[in-house]
């Protein structure tokens, strides 16, 4: 089992960039595939991003590639979500997620473990 703990997010401008971490308790922190996922108000939670257990590419949705960067460093049991050029439309809670039995890596169901969530505020 693993807990994780975002932090990081805040109020920002439009443009702005902002980078969220979350902290995992446990030993076996390498061996999870750890995403990112937001929730804006009303909204279903989507995907926005996520990566292996060692680091390898990540892989990203569409509405954020290019924008915002994930990685980890397994040593600090952490996993990073970098948001550059930041939107009004970024405005959500920010969760991560770890999945320990694979499948589809953007669906909210194949994640085991979650984080409380920190909101990220993109005023125009």
């Known amino acids: 089992q693993v807990q994780l703990v975002e932090s990081g997010g805040g109020l920002v401008q439009a443009g702005d960039s902002l980078k969220l971490s979350c902290a995992a308790s446990?030993?076996?922190?390498?061996?999870?595939?750890m995403g990112w996922f937001r929730q804006a108000p009303g909204k279903e939670r989507e995907f926005a991003g996520s990566i292996i257990g060692s680091g390898g590419r990540p892989y990203y949705a569409d509405s954020v590639k290019g924008r915002f960067t994930i990685s980890r460093d397994n040593a600090k049991n952490t996993v990073y979500l970098q948001m550059n050029s930041l939107k009004p439309e970024d405005t959500a809670v920010y969760y991560c997620?770890?999945?320990?039995?694979?499948?589809?890596?953007?669906?909210?169901?194949?994640?085991?473990?979650w984080g409380q969530g920190t909101q990220v505020t993109v005023s125009s």
């Open positions: 997620a770890a999945n320990e039995r694979g499948g589809p890596l953007n669906k909210v169901s194949s994640y085991d473990y």
């Open positions: 446990g030993r076996t922190f390498s061996s999870y595939i």
